[in-house]
């Protein structure tokens, strides 16, 4: 059974930083694309980044590119999400997925791309 944990979710005030991980279980971790994807109250979930399965590529939304960064340690089936500077507007439920299908980045941004998802982690910017 595959499961995607995230984590590290919580309140914090506008410009302050926080780090969210996600542990997988269940299937093999270094071979995947892993995509971050947020969303906020009464809106449609949105690409946030992804990372391809060596980590040498890395793809941002516009809406965090500069500010959030994504990662991920092979040995431990772990990716993260740093993000730096937070504004009231990446106040979402933040979800980690793992893609359909193996050495594959193709349409990162596409949520029908990814096959696993995490429970989500909540993420509170007050200003």
């Known amino acids: 059974q595959v499961q995607l944990v995230e984590s590290g979710g919580g309140l914090v005030q506008a410009g302050d930083s926080l780090r969210l991980s996600c542990a997988v279980s269940?299937?093999?971790?270094?071979?995947?694309?892993m995509g971050w994807f947020r969303q906020a109250p009464g809106k449609e979930r949105e690409f946030v980044a992804a990372?391809?399965?060596?980590?040498?590529?890395?793809y941002y939304a516009d809406s965090v590119k500069g500010r959030f960064t994504i990662s991920r340690d092979n040995a431990k089936k772990t990716v993260y999400l740093q993000m730096y500077s937070l504004k009231p507007e990446d106040t979402a439920v933040y979800y980690c997925?793992?893609?359909?299908?193996?050495?594959?980045?193709?349409?990162?941004?596409?949520?029908?791309?990814?096959?696993?998802w995490g429970q989500g982690t909540q993420v509170t910017v007050s200003s």
């Open positions: 990372i391809t399965w060596s980590g040498v590529s890395k």
């Open positions: 269940g299937r093999t971790f270094n071979t995947y694309t």
């Open positions: 997925a793992t893609y359909r299908t193996t050495y594959n980045s193709a349409l990162y941004e596409s949520e029908n791309q990814y096959a696993y």
